[in-house]
């Protein structure tokens, strides 16, 4: 039996041990979550550059978009796999059992067949439900498929992070990316009960298929170590187009992601309009304070989610809810989808730049989670983008403040438990 002195001692050690392992974790957090300040007057073109640079990126003039509403997303990526005569590279982040994941397996293993290198990169995850069959029909056909973080023993440190990314490249040419899952909810044929959920995806064509082609590059080769090189892969890209984007998806593991420096930045440097759609809107302290800034400059600053009732976890919604009564103090518009998941992540401001990709408004994908988000110089883009906005607005309920502090203490403390969990919704 121990002496009562060998068994303080242990018991201080042990506790010496647990305080240096909970600084460690709060300094690792620290590097990747820095005070963002911003002091800026120029208009956006003038510091296009600087936004690019500061995530990672570089601007790239010349490339086609096309907007892909809801069904019509699916119908560009079957065009775009059955039109793959070189490589094909699919990455999603949920694929679920059911007639939408049936029909891509076949898609997919049909161009196997026809001799296309077919890559898949699956969230292990999110992909755990896709059915054995559906991923048997894919490599006994000659699909090689990769799961991101499989739960395995080396990568106990890392199982929290996810891959959030949805994109498909095929030829290296074309570019899809979005929101959209591979989940009958979001299937737009033949459903029955409740609505299809909304989701908005792109079409990309010109140089910036390139920076696509490389995010897929990262979590591949991080997994498997197959560098892929060539034409087949990145072919020399012309000019398809006059939009100029830029690609927010870098996650330096000693600084701050790219995607979080992004949004902060257009928080910041909206002038006239900033308009937000998310399904999951939990911004931090910092991101509220520069949306009440921006609302005090004369921006007219509007956020659409869907509701609780609508959402396909409430939880987050209700840990959203906890900030509602300061941003609509601070004069944000907030407005609730009430009929389906609103599932599309879009950004416009000012009526010039928008973004579209796969990232939330929240810590998991600011600092977790791997996301793409695409930002795209372009009025036509961006006023296309506010008239969907305005379209959905119109089926929205937009809240009020003296409306929402009259909300019962039920609903304030479950906001307030929820919101507790933030960093890992």
């Known amino acids: 039996m121990l002496e009562p002195d060998t068994l303080l001692t242990m018991a201080l050690a042990l506790l010496v041990l647990v305080v240096l392992l909970g600084i460690a974790i709060w300094s690792i957090k620290r590097h990747r979550d820095p005070e963002l300040t911003l002091a800026c007057d120029q208009p956006l073109h003038e510091m296009l550059p600087s936004v690019s640079g500061l995530t990672h990126s570089?601007?790239?003039?010349?490339?086609?978009?096309?907007?892909?509403?809801?069904?019509?997303?699916?119908?560009?990526?079957?065009?775009?796999?059955?039109?793959?005569?070189?490589?094909?590279h699919f990455e999603t982040f949920l694929w679920k059992e059911g007639r939408l994941g049936a029909r891509l397996a076949a898609a997919l293993a049909a161009r196997a067949r026809a001799g296309v290198q077919v890559r898949v990169l699956l969230d292990a995850r999110g992909c755990n439900d896709m059915g054995e069959a559906a991923s048997r029909l894919m490599q006994e056909s000659g699909c090689r498929i990769v799961r991101y973080h499989a739960p395995r023993l080396h990568n106990l440190g890392v199982l929290n992070r996810r891959d959030h990314r949805k994109a498909c490249i095929a030829d290296?040419?074309?570019?899809?990316?979005?929101?959209?899952?591979?989940?009958?909810?979001?299937?737009?044929?033949?459903?029955?009960?409740?609505?299809?959920?909304?989701?908005?995806?792109?079409?990309?064509?010109?140089?910036?298929?390139?920076?696509?082609?490389?995010?897929?590059?990262?979590?591949?080769?991080?997994?498997?170590?197959?560098?892929?090189?060539?034409?087949?892969?990145?072919?020399?890209?012309?000019?398809?187009?006059?939009?100029?984007?830029?690609?927010?998806?870098?996650?330096?593991?000693?600084?701050?992601?790219?995607?979080?420096?992004?949004?902060?930045?257009?928080?910041?440097?909206a002038r006239?309009?900033?308009?937000?759609?998310?399904?999951?809107?939990?911004?931090?302290?910092?991101?509220?304070?520069?949306?009440?800034?921006?609302?005090?400059?004369?921006?007219?600053?509007?956020?659409?989610?869907?509701?609780?009732?609508?959402?396909?976890?409430?939880?987050?919604?209700h840990a959203a809810h906890h900030n509602f009564e300061r941003l609509l103090r601070a004069g944000v518009r907030i407005?609730?989808?009430?009929?389906?998941?609103?599932?599309?992540?879009?950004?416009?401001?000012?009526?010039?730049?928008?973004?579209?990709?796969?990232?939330?408004?929240?810590?998991?994908?600011?600092?977790?989670n791997d996301e793409i988000t695409l930002g795209l110089l372009d009025q036509g883009l961006a006023r296309r983008l506010e008239e969907i906005f305005e379209s959905d607005m119109r089926e929205c309920d937009e809240l009020d403040l003296a409306t929402w502090q009259r909300r019962s203490c039920g609903h304030r403390l479950l906001d307030r438990a929820c919101h507790l969990l933030k960093e890992q919704l």
């Open 272 to 317: 006239r309009r900033l308009w937000i759609q998310n399904p999951y809107f939990l911004p931090q302290d910092k991101a509220i304070k520069a949306l009440a800034a921006a609302v005090e400059r004369g921006v007219d600053v509007r956020v659409m989610v869907p509701s609780a009732g609508a959402s396909d976890m409430p939880i987050v919604q």
């Open 58 to 88: 570089t601007l790239m003039p010349g490339n086609a978009v096309e907007l892909l509403e809801n069904g019509a997303f699916f119908e560009a990526l079957f065009e775009e796999i059955a039109a793959a005569r070189q490589s094909l």
């Open 172 to 269: 290296g040419r074309v570019a899809l990316v979005g929101g959209h899952c591979i989940v009958d909810h979001w299937l737009y044929e033949g459903m029955k009960g409740k609505p299809p959920f909304h989701d908005i995806g792109l079409r990309l064509r010109g140089p910036g298929v390139h920076a696509v082609q490389s995010a897929f590059s990262e979590n591949w080769v991080a997994e498997c170590g197959e560098l892929f090189v060539g034409e087949d892969v990145f072919p020399p890209l012309q000019r398809a187009g006059d939009i100029t984007m830029h690609v927010a998806r870098a996650k330096p593991e000693r600084a701050a992601p790219a995607v979080k420096i992004l949004h902060h930045l257009i928080l910041c440097m």
């Open 335 to 368: 407005f609730e989808f009430p009929h389906t998941l609103l599932h599309q992540k879009v950004l416009t401001m000012d009526g010039a730049w928008c973004a579209i990709g796969s990232s939330n408004f929240d810590d998991r994908s600011f600092e977790i």
